[in-house]
């Protein structure tokens, strides 16, 4: 049988090269794209498989004691320096007098400028020649400080340190310097849009508490600070019995012990001031505005968190992770940011003083996204209250938090701060060990309780700035 | 015989190295070119891992200011071989505190993480050196980002406008008058092939260095830089030299801005580049220490505290630029009702002037001995270490002047000192006044 040859016309073989293109075309284009497909960065496999994988690290904090004086003590003899880092607790802003408000502040500059037998100019030479950090600081619950110095100069830190603790000279001159000083700096905080909002919503949220003052305290009772009142504050709020201290660095226990000892052994043992009662902080979504010009609008919200002791923290401390302190990745900074670029970036943090405990955060955008902003805002901030986070959110949270736990290591300042931070809170002595489980701990029911719990108010929020729709002047 | 001395003198300082190095780093270049430093550390099992490219503001097109800080976010927003937001996710996932910064002179991607990470970092960066693929969405989102920043960090203080235009009247042309933002209508008029350029311009391993500090010692980093940098091509890549501003000139900027509330006065000083400067760098540095280095400085202690002029004073010697130095002093008055600036310049003149007269040689020893004995603490935390030497040999110092830094320090005599203070008087000058808008608004 023959096969009947088919006419084949012109079209035909366009066609056949066309198509015969196509599949050639195709193989290159898309070969490429399934290859990319499969190809990624081997992360896990270059983590498992690194020489650098098995480097570990004990750190054994000590705790040291002398007379009524405890310490918090970490060996780190790498650098031949001491890093101290110190609170008296109940002592901060909230503690001040009436009439006196931003007296702890003038305090902490006051101890510097000169003790004993110096005076301001020849203690701070004495101390810069020397390489010694002394720098006192105040937060609204305590009166802290940081005493730093390399090893040999250990004697001459001693002498310096207690000259400014024990004999301050609260020098007239320097004294009206350091009230212009602060006076300067009163208004210099009404300049930036975010410090102006910074003070006004503490005022907006701790309304008639003493959380609520301003740690450079009035233009008027700066006035009328003298030295007789910061030497009064000094002898009655600096004491043994509210004394707090990390030591870390270049120290032996011997050391360490002797030291703690010559620092502060001449403290009064008991300091007269209390705990304020803690303060139960309920937000109903009120909405606060400062009408000012500015680039950006600005904003910050807050609604009560939890203390550092009670069992909602470790949950609670996971969830606000995946939802504004992650950084970039957090849902936050997804949706607000990356997404839809409103703002440079948003953020939501745990802020626990002794006496109130609050989840607090904030952003800025231009005043065309401000509401836009706001709008992704509430809607994230339901979604977590109504459904919590998922299984894989949680354990993403979980490794990085437990990855980043070497990070605290990095400075023996921080260390120190790291130490006395442990006592602030109350953490215990053996938290290092037990900082990574109680991470691991938590469980996915026990995120969403306390997603569902904290979640569920509605924030309180201020913002500073002129919006779209409001006239401008 | 030159050559004996020479040589013995090397012999010399071989054996008797007259002061330690301060960070006792190690240096060594890659197989493609590209160098590396390593700092140890060895207090805790972490690393510090900075890459710094030598690109940055200076090396925009000019009218496309901003490109290199856009671009600097485009390399969080994926690769060719880690999609989208895979890049954050996974360091987040890894613990790192990771960040990235632009300046005039360099872009810099840095992390810090547990030491255990350190090849998954390095695999990472070195991909992003080469494979960067952001799409047009991406471009889009980070194009806003970065305006949102402008307004954040430089246009919402009330003081930009004035900060902005001080610099400009300094550097004039150069591109250090520039914001390193861009301007508003720079950063919108930016487009996706811009960044594209930029980074294929500039993005290779032989035009940036790797610093490594922590927990790692140098051979082991050598090995693994080698194993993730060490196999990118390098690039063909020009970058041109910043143009030194040879220009003379005395300028004054006196403005009053809404929302300011206090008074600041600022002189700045346009000195030659480091290269060029009459005597050592250290000499200027030593310089402004002396005169304005904190409360025991001499201008403090005559403006601030004996005269009452002043609430606080300050100097500054900026040389970490590839361009030229900039001296500066600034100053919060004292009086800020009716305050008369022809009258304050001119005390704070006598009183830089009287300060230079008092100086002996027993006063220099003092400070070069504060200054030398704060060196103690830039071992300790390996990001100090890593920023310094980064830094330093990004704008062209070599990591032997880095590492003699104490003795640069040590060799600076009254002679110098006195020498710096002359050319400062020469220098070209700008004198900046900024004051509250309220009580002048009548003056003008």
Redesign the interface.
């Known amino acids: 049988m023959t096969r009947r040859r088919q006419h084949r016309t012109i079209g035909y073989y366009v066609w056949r090269i066309v198509l015969a293109f196509a599949l050639v075309g195709g193989i290159f284009y898309y070969a490429p794209k399934i290859y990319a497909r499969f190809e990624y960065l081997p992360i896990d496999e270059i983590l498992a498989n690194s020489v650098l994988k098995d480097r570990t690290f004990q750190a054994e904090v000590k705790e040291i004691k002398s007379g009524d004086v405890r310490a918090y003590l970490l060996e780190e003899h790498t650098n031949p320096i001491v890093s101290i880092s110190f609170a008296f607790q109940n002592a901060g802003t909230a503690y001040e007098p009436e009439n006196k408000f931003g007296l702890a502040l003038m305090l902490t500059e006051m101890l510097t400028a000169g003790g004993g037998e110096y005076d301001a100019k020849e203690f701070k030479n004495v101390c810069a020649e020397h390489g010694i950090k002394i720098d006192f600081s105040v937060s609204a619950d305590n009166f802290s400080g940081t005493l730093q110095f390399p090893k040999e100069f250990t004697a001459k830190a001693v002498e310096m340190f207690k000259a400014a603790l024990y004999t301050p000279r609260f020098d007239e001159t320097y004294l009206a310097l350091v009230k212009k000083q602060q006076l300067l700096a009163l208004q210099a905080q009404q300049e930036r849009p975010e410090q102006v909002l910074a003070t006004g919503f503490k005022k907006f949220i701790f309304a008639g508490h003493p959380y609520e003052r301003d740690i450079l305290g009035t233009k008027q009772d700066v006035l009328a600070i003298e030295a007789a009142d910061l030497d009064e504050y000094r002898q009655k709020m600096l004491a043994q019995n509210n004394l707090l201290v990390g030591m870390a660095g270049d120290l032996t226990t011997d050391e360490a012990q002797q030291l703690l000892a010559q620092l502060f052994a001449d403290l009064p043992p008991q300091a007269s001031t209390e705990k304020l009662a803690a303060l139960s902080i309920e937000t109903t979504g009120e909405q606060q505005a400062i009408m000012r010009n500015s680039a950006q609008v600005v904003a910050k919200f807050a609604v009560q968190g939890t203390f550092r002791n009670s069992v909602d923290f470790y949950p609670l401390y996971l969830v606000n992770y995946i939802f504004g302190e992650s950084g970039l990745t957090s849902r936050l900074n997804q949706k607000i940011r990356e997404k839809e670029g409103l703002t440079y970036g948003v953020y939501t943090y745990l802020m626990i003083n002794r006496s109130a405990a609050l989840i607090a955060g904030g952003f800025s955008a231009t005043p065309d996204n401000f509401a836009r902003a706001i709008e992704l805002l509430r809607q994230e901030w339901q979604r977590l209250g109504l459904e919590g986070v998922s299984e894989e959110e949680l354990s993403q949270a979980k490794k990085a938090l437990i990855e980043a736990y070497n990070l605290r290591f990095a400075s023996t300042e921080g260390i120190a701060d790291m130490l006395l931070a442990m006592q602030v809170y109350d953490l215990g002595i053996d938290f290092l060990q037990k900082r990574n489980d109680y991470i691991k701990e938590v469980t996915l029911h026990e995120a969403n309780a306390a997603a569902k719990k904290y979640f569920n108010q509605v924030p309180d929020l201020m913002y500073i700035g002129i919006l779209e729709n409001e006239e401008k002047n | 015989m030159k050559r004996f001395v020479l040589f013995f003198t090397l012999c010399l300082t071989a054996v008797f190295p007259a002061y330690a190095r301060l960070f006792k780093a190690t240096e060594f270049n890659l197989s493609n070119g590209m160098p590396v430093v390593v700092i140890e ?6 690393i510090k891992h900075m890459v710094w490219y030598k690109a940055g503001a200076v090396d925009e097109i000019r009218g496309k200011g901003g490109v290199a800080h856009l671009l600097e976010h485009l390399m ?1 927003r994926g690769t ?3 999609k989208k ?1 895979e890049f ?3 360091m ?6 990771h960040n990235a910064f632009t300046s005039f002179d360099v872009t810099v991607y840095h992390q ?9 970092l390095m ?2 960066e070195a ?1 992003r050196m080469r494979n960067l693929a952001f799409d047009a969405e991406d471009f ?6 970065v ?3 402008r ?3 430089v ?5 930009a406008p004035f900060n902005e235009r001080l610099n400009l009247l300094l550097r004039g042309n150069s591109p250090y008058g520039q914001p390193i933002t861009g301007q508003n209508d720079e950063i919108m008029a930016l487009t996706f092939n811009d960044a594209r350029d930029f980074y294929a311009q500039y993005y290779a391993p032989n035009n940036a260095f790797l610093v490594l500090s922590g ?2 010692e140098p051979d ?1 980093a050598h090995m ?1 830089a080698e194993k993730y940098y060490g196999k990118l091509p390098a690039a063909e890549i020009e970058r041109a030299e910043p143009k030194a501003q040879t220009e003379v000139f005395k300028s004054t900027l006196e403005m009053a801005l ?5 008074t600041k006065t600022v002189q700045k000083f346009l000195l030659p580049p480091r290269k060029d400067l009459v005597g050592s760098y250290f000499d200027y540095m030593v310089l402004a220490e002396y005169l304005g280095g ?3 400085s001499a201008l403090y ?1 005559d403006l ?2 004996e005269q ?1 002029a002043a ?2 004073v300050a100097a500054d010697f900026y040389y970490l630029s590839r361009g030229n130095c900039v001296f500066s002093f600034s100053a ?1 008055p ?1 009086e800020e009702e009716n305050f008369n600036w022809a009258w304050f310049k001119q005390i704070f003149d006598d009183a830089v002037a009287q300060a230079m007269h008092n100086l002996t040689a027993e006063e220099l020893e ?1 400070v070069k ?2 200054m030398i ?5 830039v ?6 270490a890593a920023y310094w030497v980064g830094y330093s040999l990004a704008v062209g110092l070599t990591l032997a002047e880095v590492e003699n830094f104490v003795e640069g320090i040590q060799g600076v005599s009254l002679d110098g000192v006195k020498e710096a203070y002359d050319q400062l008087l020469a220098a070209p000058r700008v004198d900046g006044l900024l004051k509250p808008q309220e009580t002048t608004e009548t003056a003008q």
């Open positions: 550390n060895h207090k805790a099992p972490l969080f060719k071989l880690m937001d954050n996710r996974q987040d996932e890894m613990g790192a505190e810090l993480a547990d030491v255990n990470k350190l090849e998954a695999a990472m991909d889009a989102a980070e194009q806003k980002i305006y949102q920043e307004q954040q960090v246009e919402n203080n009330p003081a927990d790692i082991l693994l809404p929302n300011i509330k206090t904190g409360e025991t202690q601030v505290v009452q609430v606080s919060r004292n003092k001995r504060k004995a704060d060196l103690v603490y071992n300790d935390n390996p990001e100090d």
